[in-house]
């Protein structure tokens, strides 16, 4: 069983050619700028701080490595989307993502983010296709669940439903409510 909460902060790189050296399995997260990618980091470990998170989108703009349990690597990839300060997010991802994808025999599991209060825009979507195309698994996880009412998420569900995702592959999570990680902890254990 993988202790989670046994994580460290490992490094950031701007391409796959400078992860750390210590070859592991990877877990990537993908999501759209202020999905809430850190705030999952911190709740999957049960650290406050070991992913920095910020109110500005488009703050992380290099692959961060997190060693989780010196069992597999967690990998944060840049938001795709809106950023302040003029950055162009979805130039910055796909250069980046190009070289990460790439021959990585390490990636074993992607997990993309999607806010609970929005529907899957398009850069959602391109990245779900590629994933499908390349056969890499992957989760599609709903972050910020606790914000939802039951409307809301049915109409989360009918929306999700048309893009014919299998019911096992979502996971519907809130960083301020941990039971909703358990479930997604032991699915990434699963496949590793």
Do not use: W
């Not at 399995?25 to 980091?41: A, C, F, Y």
């Not at 703009?61 to 795709?80: E, H, M």
């Not at 409307?151 to 989360?156: D, F, I, Q, R, V």
Request: glycine content about 4%.
């Amino acid at each position: 069983m993988i202790n989670f909460a046994n994580a460290t902060f490992v490094k950031s790189c701007p391409s796959r050619n400078e992860k750390p050296q210590d070859i592991k399995t990877e877990v990537l997260i993908v999501g759209r700028s202020n999905v809430g990618k850190s705030s999952l980091i911190n709740a999957l470990t049960n650290r406050k701080r070991l992913a920095y998170t910020s109110s500005k989108p488009g703050h992380t703009r290099l692959l961060n490595y997190y060693d989780i349990d010196g069992k597999f690597y967690l990998v944060d990839a840049p938001g795709y989307g809106y950023a302040k300060g003029g950055i162009d997010l979805d130039k910055l991802f796909s250069e980046m993502m190009a070289s990460y994808f790439t021959n990585n025999t390490e990636l074993k599991l992607a997990l993309v983010l999607l806010d609970g209060r929005r529907t899957l825009t398009l850069d959602d979507k391109e990245i779900i296709n590629y994933l499908f195309t390349y056969q890499i698994p992957f989760y599609l996880v709903i972050t910020k669940t606790d914000k939802l009412n039951q409307s809301e998420k049915a109409a989360l569900n009918k929306h999700l439903n048309e893009y014919h995702i299998p019911a096992e592959q979502v996971f519907y999570t809130s960083s301020v409510q941990p039971k909703t990680l358990v479930s997604l902890q032991k699915a990434i254990e699963k496949n590793l």
